[in-house]
């Protein structure tokens, strides 16, 4: 396939269809903090999440910025579809996210800093219930409608030297933070007596994280990454004043590459997340991933599975099981690469099955 | 290429549509906060409640009541200004000469009737042309028991077909409905108002030119039932009683030339009108009045608790007012209330507000003693939000002083049956909690 069509598929998919498409938010994150979201690029999102960790521009672990060779910015977007159906009660969504953004550049020989943002939670979702209540002795008939619009974001700064020509450190420093404009709306059925209720509010979050990664290159085609992370409390304030807090997951995991000669490499990670103190509903997760990236560097063709569980849901610990594939496609004698994706996730809890079909969108830009 | 792509992603950035509102199933996928919906009557909260009288008198009203009811009879009467006694025939000469009046025709209009009356009749009496604002219906009642100067069937006149030739359209602009008394009743097409005329001879409206043609009018309403209407006053536009005095003078160069004789024409309003009923209008007392004549307005103070300013949003607010006893009258002596905010609140004189959306109006129907309720959820809303507004409203009636009628309502000072306000509230959502 050519760039022009590429291109052509890419604005076909991304403006034509993204009406139809879902956001990678969760119902299960409801009754949580939020959805969790996927410190992924392009690139490793469609190998399933597992080079996430090998990936300069997956914010998922620091040391893989040391790789970076010049100053370059990567920017992910997905369009999903989800449908969801609730003990017998089905909806479709759709939404559009910029999950990740990650710009690095070298400081000298050994260093390279790095930073940027990505999806820590996301709070975008919307209820509607109807129900009757009696008022003054007379059945109403109301409409309940709440509304959560935002997210909370971690700003990353981060920075890995080569200790050694096999071994790379990195370290982070994550700035938690992010709001999300609340409405809460009540519609009577009598509207001559009752006025809607409607009150809005913007909840503002904050938060501290540190990471610190670790790389070695056991072999020239070998690599083991193992990262490992903490994050405070994620405090919630309405008009300056704390509402809550709530603990914040300690979170660490490890990663390995294969690489199967010039054009196949083979990946696969483990993560753990310590969520469950983060309130009720919330549980500690297991993630695993294994993927594949094979082709000339030039034009890459992509896939991978992944598979674990999610952080917050009623019940046990909902579940999600997720394939993906993709391109990628280097332009401009490589100082740019266009990847395209697609992934399938389904997602299972007590009471609810979420299907996602995503498309993403990444470039790579190293001018 | 690196353009076209900047052109990809600003493309993506516009397809960024969402739909995030999904049916809720609660309370496993909904947030963990729900709305909840108050509901509470606050007994004690009107407070410094009082009534004023005075804000309109009989005279200044935009309606005169006339009615024959069991317990209430309400008269109508006017007194017409002074008419020209004599003309200058000549333009270039000043010398005047007398007029002599031919006839009159004497326009009321009946603006508020119960169609439901039967033989409606109405009787104009003279009386004298001392009339003013302290007549009492036991003054003018003897006046009453005199001489009829006419009288005409409504109820008959509205039963003939309506007259409708070129001609008569010509002259009186629509149709109309005559008797053989001459009697002439045309429709008011934009309001359905009743415009009555009687011509009356010179032996009916006597022509008095010491007293430059002044006459005064009253107006007995009766019927089989449900006598009650209400006459147009000078205080409206174009409903006023009107006296047309037709009269006819010499032209003295001409005499004595049979066309020496000229006519003319001209009208007349009152410069006083107004009615008297009885029995009166009670003297106030401990209860909140609104209406009668002059007119009597409820100064209600509300006494909002702090925490319905905080974190509350309120839906429905509901002032309860418990009445004395029924209003007395007729069906259509019904009436409305109209509850206004105050700017500033300086008891009976205090300046009402002008924001149409914040007053409540509620209809008081005659013979009734239910409580009245009055939505009020606008102004109590505003109340809410603004805390710098003084949290009172008045009680008036709606065309005051136009009627004898009024309402009592059971004050702060009678503990077991004071006002209230009916409050339905919801709580503030607890966002930012999981």
Redesign the interface.
């Known amino acids: 396939m050519t ?1 022009r069509p590429l ?1 052509a598929l ?2 076909l998919i ?2 034509g269809v ?2 139809r498409l ?2 990678q ?1 969760s ?2 994150g ?4 939020g959805t969790p979201g996927k410190p992924e690029s392009v690139r490793a999102r469609t190998t399933g999440g597992a080079f996430a960790p090998f990936d300069a521009f997956s914010p998922l672990v620091d040391v893989s910025i040391s790789d970076v060779r010049r100053t370059s910015a990567g ?1 992910t ?1 997905g ?1 999903s579809w989800r449908s ?1 159906d ?2 017998g ?1 089905t ?6 996210r910029f999950p990740a953004l990650v710009i690095a550049g070298p400081v000298n020989r050994r260093v390279v800093i790095g930073g940027g943002f990505s999806t820590y939670l996301d709070r ?6 109807h129900d009757t ?1 009696d ?2 002795g007379v059945p109403q008939p109301i409409t ?6 935002g997210a909370v974001s971690d700003l990353r700064l981060a920075a890995a030297a080569r200790l050694h020509s096999r071994l790379a450190l990195g370290l982070g420093f994550h700035l938690i933070t992010g709001s999300s404009r ?1 409405i ?1 709306t ?1 519609r ?1 059925a009598d509207t001559a ?7 809005r ?1 913007e ?1 503002a979050y904050n938060g501290l994280g540190g990471s610190a990664s670790l790389m070695v290159d056991v072999r020239h085609d070998l690599r083991f990454v193992g990262w490992f992370r903490s994050d405070s409390k994620l405090r ?3 008009n300056g004043r704390t ?2 807090e ?1 603990d914040l997951p300690m979170s660490y995991g490890t990663g390995v590459l294969w690489r199967a000669g010039a054009q196949a490499g083979i990946a696969g990670s483990l993560a753990w997340q310590k969520w469950a103190g983060a ?3 919330a549980h500690d997760t297991f993630n695993w991933s294994a993927g594949a990236e094979l082709g000339p560097a030039g034009a890459l063709l992509r896939f991978g599975v992944r598979g674990g569980q999610l952080a917050f849901g ?2 046990k610990t909902p579940t999600e099981v997720g394939y993906s594939a993709g391109l990628g496609r280097q ?2 004698g490589g100082r ?1 690469r ?1 990847d395209l994706g697609l992934e399938r996730l389904e997602r299972k809890g ?3 099955t979420e299907r996602v079909w995503t498309f993403l ?1 990444g ?1 790579t ?1 190293r001018p | 290429m690196t353009r076209r792509f900047a052109w990809l992603f600003l493309l993506a950035v516009a397809a960024c549509t969402e739909e995030a509102t999904a049916p809720g199933v609660c309370p496993d996928f909904c947030p963990g906060g729900q709305i909840v919906v108050h509901d509470t009557i606050f007994t004690d909260i009107i407070q410094r409640d009082s009534s004023f009288r005075g804000y309109v008198a009989g005279y200044q009203a935009i309606g005169a009541a006339a009615a024959d009811l069991p317990g209430v009879k309400s008269r109508p009467f006017f007194l017409l200004k002074a008419m020209i006694t004599r003309v200058q025939p000549l333009g270039t000469d000043t010398t005047t000469v007398p007029i002599a009046i031919d006839s009159a025709r004497l326009r009321l209009s009946i603006t508020r009737r119960d169609k439901k009356a039967t033989n409606l009749r109405l009787r104009l009496f003279q009386l004298p042309l001392t009339v003013d604002s302290t007549s009492d219906f036991a003054s003018l009642d003897p006046y009453f028991s005199g001489a009829v100067v006419d009288s005409v069937n409504v109820s008959d006149l509205l039963a003939r077909p309506a007259i409708g030739d070129s001609v008569t359209v010509r002259i009186w602009g629509d149709s109309i409905r005559t008797d053989s008394a001459g009697h002439v009743l045309k429709i008011s097409p934009g309001d359905s108002t009743l415009l009555l005329y009687f011509t009356l001879d010179t032996v009916q409206a006597p022509f008095s030119v010491p007293d430059s043609g002044k006459l005064a009018f009253g107006v007995e309403v009766a019927a089989d039932s449900l006598a009650s209407i209400t006459i147009g006053t000078n205080e409206t536009v174009g409903n006023g009683p009107v006296m047309r005095w037709f009269y006819r003078y010499s032209i003295p160069d001409t005499l004595p030339a049979p066309d020496s004789v000229a006519h003319g024409d001209l009208s007349r309003a009152p410069s006083f009108d107004s009615f008297v009923f009885n029995p009166p209008t009670a003297p106030p007392d401990s209860n909140l009045a609104v209406g009668g004549v002059p007119s009597a307005r409820s100064l209600l103070r509300v006494a909002i608790p702090a925490f319905l300013h905080d974190s509350i949003d309120i839906v429905r607010a509901t002032a309860i007012l418990v009445p004395v006893a029924a209003v007395p009258g007729a069906p259509i002596d019904s009436f409305g209330i109209l509850a206004r905010p105050v700017l500033t609140d300086l008891g009976g004189k205090s300046p009402l507000s002008a924001i149409t959306s914040d007053f409540a109006h509620v209809m008081i129907h005659t013979g009734f003693t239910d409580t009245v309720r009055i939505e009020i959820t606008n102004m109590v809303r505003t109340w809410v939000a603004d805390t710098t507004r003084p949290t009172a409203f008045f009680l008036g009636q709606v065309g005051e002083a136009s009627s004898f009628t009024e309402i009592r309502f059971y004050s702060s000072r009678t503990a077991a049956l004071r006002p209230a306000l009916h409050v339905t509230y919801v709580k503030r959502f607890p966002f930012g909690v999981p």
Do not use: C, H
């Open positions: 760039l291109v890419a604005l991304t403006v993204s009406s879902a956001a938010d119902q299960f409801i009754r949580g903090l920017v977007s369009a969801i609730a003990s009660s909806a479709t969504l759709r939404g559009t975008s979702f919307g209820v509607i219930t209540i008022l003054r309940d409608e709440i509304t959560s619009d609340v809460a009540r009577f007596n009752y006025r809607t209720s409607s009150t509010d909840v919630a304030d309405v509402v809550a709530n309130g009720p509903n009623v019940g332009f401009s740019g266009l007590t009471g609810l969108l470039l830009v």
